[in-house]
């Protein structure tokens, strides 16, 4: 590892996404391209997609950030998904993490997270590289409900009805006297009408649980899109991205907005009560002297835009080109958004909108293909109920040898695109468009 000391990054979701590539980069620097990483599956492990995922993962931090990583798998050398290793592959595993330069772990459940790591007896390696501050490690949306003293089981609460309930965390902040629960996807709005921010919990549940933990500890929340870097070295706290870390007691909140950074020993302070809360917290937190306002680099805002937002962008742009009739800004937002959907391919966490995006894109491409086949037939739904007369007029000239008015209505027509073959059935026309434009139609009068 080039770097001399360690980093704990906690992620509140979008670790794999667009909007976390700069802040990768930014670690991957801080150990070297050439770093040993190491991407732990456990939290996803029990799913029967987990390889895809790992896949994606893997070709993520390729492709983005120019990270080689392996994979920790959660399973037996037989490919039990599960089942506890033996001795001689629990230890492997171990060994791989704790010399591991950075270690990443995301999306799936806390709980499962939990009981794997304590059988593998992997959140003691967890727990001894912060203690040391060694590495790079990373712990984003399920894995960061972990590290805190209790822990979130969120498959259970939000998906099964079970009583929400504290869970025994792996406890990797009590080194940095940080005695908190961390929640991710603190801010999450996909209930629409119903509440699912604070990881799905929402107020109510959030308020009965909160009162649940001693009196020196806090709910440490994390927006989505959103990261909290503790540098071991220099005990120091910096909120990266596009929302904001809650420090949140008995419902009193403390916001530190992206781009700030602060001492770690004034998070323990908010953490334990020693300093009453506030409502925000102002950017000039971690030293009165210095100017520590947030620009795009520390905050992450010039990075890509989160898919909902991107989205949202593309169709807008669609509804305004067909409005305007113009075919081409219309098939470039549908290229657009084909684009937007690729580049979040690799998200670990596939319920975080792909599925929607691509019915957008569906609809959006319906859309076209109606409008395209309006354009289509034209020349036979517009151009032909104008012809019929016409063609029927010219035909009762030659009738009545008026030959030069006819001529004159074959010429007109010839000017705007369309050619009539005179045969001895009738009169048959042929749009061939403006200035030599591709043929498109035919018809026949009597």
Excluded at 249 to 265: N, Y
Excluded at 334 to 356: K, N, P
Aim: aromatic share 6%; glycine share 12%.
């Amino acid at each position: 590892m080039n770097a001399g000391h360690g980093l704990l990054v906690l992620m509140g979701s979008g670790e794999t996404s667009p909007t976390m590539v700069t802040l990768h980069r930014e670690l991957v620097a801080h150990v070297g391209g050439d770093a040993d990483a190491v991407i732990l599956e456990t939290p996803y492990g029990f799913q029967v997609n987990r390889d895809d995922i790992s896949t994606r993962a893997r070709e993520y931090f390729r492709r983005s950030v120019g990270l080689t990583t392996v994979v920790a798998p959660d399973t037996h050398t037989d490919g039990r998904s599960g089942d506890a290793p033996g001795d001689g592959d629990a230890d492997r595993l171990r060994d791989l993490v704790r010399r591991a330069d950075w270690v990443f772990s995301g999306p799936g459940s806390p709980s499962y997270a939990l009981n794997r790591w304590r059988t593998l007896r992997l959140g003691e390696i967890l727990r001894e590289r912060v203690a040391r501050g060694y590495g790079v490690t990373v712990m984003a949306s399920a894995a960061a409900c972990t590290v805190g003293f209790a822990a979130l089981p969120v498959y259970e609460v939000y998906k099964a009805g079970h009583t929400p309930a504290w869970l025994t965390g792996l406890d990797l902040l009590g080194a940095l006297g940080l005695p908190v629960a961390v929640i991710p996807h603190y801010d999450n709005a996909e209930g629409g009408t119903h509440d699912t921010r604070f990881c799905y919990l929402g107020e109510p549940r959030l308020h009965g649980l909160e009162h649940e933990l001693p009196d020196e500890s806090a709910v440490l929340g994390i927006d989505e899109h959103t990261a909290v870097i503790l540098d071991l070295g220099t005990s120091s706290v910096r909120v990266w991205g596009r929302g904001v870390m809650t420090v949140r007691r008995r419902g009193s909140s403390t916001l530190v907005p992206g781009g700030t950074t602060l001492p770690l020993e004034r998070l323990r302070r908010l953490v334990t009560g020693a300093e009453p809360a506030a409502v925000p917290l102002p950017h000039r937190l971690a030293d009165d002297a210095a100017d520590t306002a947030p620009d795009a680099a520390a905050t992450g805002s010039g990075d890509a835009a989160t898919l909902q937002e991107a989205v949202a962008a593309a169709e807008l742009r669609f509804d305004s080109a067909q409005e305007a009739r113009d075919a081409a800004t219309m098939a470039g937002a549908v290229v657009e958004l084909e684009s937007v959907i690729a580049a979040w391919s690799a998200d670990m966490e596939e319920d975080q909108g792909g599925e929607w995006a691509r019915t957008v894109l569906h609809g959006m491409i319906r859309r076209l293909a109606q409008a395209a086949g309006r354009g289509l037939s034209e020349p036979e739904h517009t151009l032909g109920r104008i012809l019929v007369p016409l063609l029927g007029l010219r035909t009762r000239l030659r009738s009545d040898g008026a030959y030069d008015l006819a001529d004159e209505v074959r010429e007109a027509l010839a000017a705007g695109g369309v050619q009539l073959y005179d045969t001895a059935e009738g009169s048959a026309w042929r749009w061939e468009g403006k200035s030599g434009d591709q043929q498109t139609d035919s018809r026949s009068e009597a």
